[in-house]
């Protein structure tokens, strides 16, 4: 999107698999290197050297052989042969920190969509009211849930529980959960997102608040004072009665705008992150203040970071970390 | 606007064809001639077909029918911006007028009054029919445009109208000769080396420039999960020097005549940039 009036649009060649050339050339490999642990569709699987082996998923026994049936990444523990695939839906765990979209209200519960196999219920039994008040279990209770997630409306949760059909249960029973307001959402594949002990990054020297979603949702938003407050609540040992006040005193009275630099902080982290994601490469808290800190010092302009220019630069910093990891 | 990336010659089969992307807008344009009868309304004038097509990958709401009718619309907005003589008026009154009555008669008003008055030579925008004759009534050639939209990452009007006029400059025309012979039959002699094809003018082909409203301010290029913020947006043709050739209009909710005035000339001001931009990527010798 740009400012209407700004006639300034590049024409340039379309280069077919530029990224990957990009990649290759600035991390000096030629040719994925043809080493047994990155299979294709249909790449055989050596099971040399070991007695007997476990099929395991996304392999298949053809004459006699063991051959990949996704592309992926080859597994081996003990006797059992997986391949793990690249791209893939997400996989709920327990205790997992996601962002997701209320799809649907059924019954007592919302319909979440987290962009997994299936839909994500979160119980109105297990939502924390504003408040902290106490829930009346009634049917009037039922019939106001829209009052707190609408269809359409994203909200953090945690992974509650994982049935064993796949199915998947959330709670938001802290003050850091709840709905999002006032930001941005990207989308990355949840693969790049490593499990940690944090998820909710609040980046106060910037103002920005960041939730990095198991599930491959990540959300950036300016950090708001009213939010500030709760998650340091929330980090003192749970909401206590004054807390529940300043609640409800911010829910009545909305939050100043952002200012544009605020929000230009915001845009660059998420253009940090959507850069992270056209290269393939983790996305966690150091990897994205890495390219973020590498656009402010580089002066690259907000609509620039998408350009083949920023990209070498990302992934010859990258290539210097690799390096110098190796080194150690 | 996001950078455009064009690749000329994808289809070897095609006259002329073009890719380009918009960000992940991925469009496919493929330009067919061949010689055919001319209508009998325009003897002395070339045919133009255009069609759209989305690829059901695109995006889920192109499967079923809605892709087929919002493909027609484009088309019929981009045929329109090509070849004004044929439905330039009627498809932009027809298209504009289901979706917001009382803005509709400002749109086509507008439309009107600073299109440039059509000269007795020829059309005064889009491409000149006239030179697609081969053999006044008997023969000309016919131009068709197919246009495949394989990933929809929003602004897909303006990457169909971009990368149509990028295969228009592309596509190359076998030369003809007519002989009489004896009897008085015409004979066509259609002469296949590269070297004597001709190209077409495309010197006043306009493009579409999407401009949408979103909240009370007016933007173009919107990635597809920006356009579902927009209330609406005005699909503008604007040639070279900056005239409106034509205006389509969708969305939910209509347009304000004030905002109809604003949208036009933000269409007006960055079409013949874009115009340039695109032409000298295309004649750069570096291509």
Sequence with gaps: ?328 | MRPIELELGVIAQAAGSARLHIGATDVIVGVKVEVASPSPFAPTQGRLGVTVEFSPCASPVYQGRFGETYGEQIAAAIEASLAPSTRAGGAAAAAAAPANGGAAGASTSATATAAPTPSASGPSWGLDLGKLCISAGKTAWALYVDALVLNDDGNVVGAVSAATLAALVDTRIPKVEVTTDAAGEEEIELDDSPGAAWRLDVSRVPLVVTVAQVGSQCVVDLAAPEERCSSSALHVAVNRAGQVCGATSSGRAGVEASMLLAMTETAQRLAPGLWEQIMRFLQSPAR
């Design chain 1, 1 to 328: 999107m740009a400012a209407a009036g700004a006639v300034a649009v590049k024409v340039r060649a379309l280069v077919p698999g530029a990224d990957v050339a990009l990649i290759e050339r600035v991390l000096n490999v030629h040719d994925a290197p043809s080493n047994t642990t990155f299979v294709c569709v249909g790449d055989e699987i050596s099971t040399e050297g070991q007695e007997g082996f476990l099929r395991g998923h996304g392999t298949q026994v053809v004459d006699g052989k063991l051959v990949a049936t996704v592309c992926g990444v080859v597994e081996r523990v003990n006797k059992l042969i997986y391949v793990k695939t690249l791209n893939s839906r997400y996989n709920a765990e327990q205790g997992d920190v996601v962002v997701g979209r209320v799809a649907d209200l059924a019954g007592k519960a919302w319909r979440v969509d987290l962009k997994s196999r299936q839909e994500a219920k979160l119980l109105l039994s297990a939502v924390h009211l504003p408040g902290g008040i106490q829930r009346r279990r009634n049917a009037e209770d039922e019939l106001n849930m829209r009052s707190f997630f609408r269809e359409g409306e994203l909200i953090s949760a945690e992974v509650q529980s994982v049935h064993a059909d796949g199915s998947v249960a959330l709670h938001t029973r802290s003050a850091k959960y709840g709905k999002l307001v006032c930001g941005q959402l990207l989308e990355v594949p949840p693969n790049l997102i490593k499990r940690q002990k944090q998820h909710f990054h609040t980046l106060e020297a910037l103002g920005v608040e960041l939730i990095i979603g198991c599930n491959g949702l990540v959300w950036v938003a300016p950090l708001r004072p009213d939010r500030l407050a709760a998650a340091n609540a929330a980090a003192g040992g749970g909401a206590g009665s004054a807390g529940a006040d300043e609640d409800e005193a911010a829910a009545a009275a909305p939050p100043p705008p952002p200012s544009r630099m605020q929000l230009e902080v915001v845009c660059r982290m998420a253009n940090a992150i959507r850069v992270l994601t056209r290269l393939y490469m983790p996305v966690y808290p150091a990897s994205i203040m890495a390219t973020y800190e590498a656009a402010v010092e580089g002066e690259v302009a907000l609509a620039d970071m998408m350009e083949p220019g920023f990209l070498e630069a990302v992934v010859g910093q990258e290539a210097q970390r690799r390096s110098s990891a190796m080194q150690e």
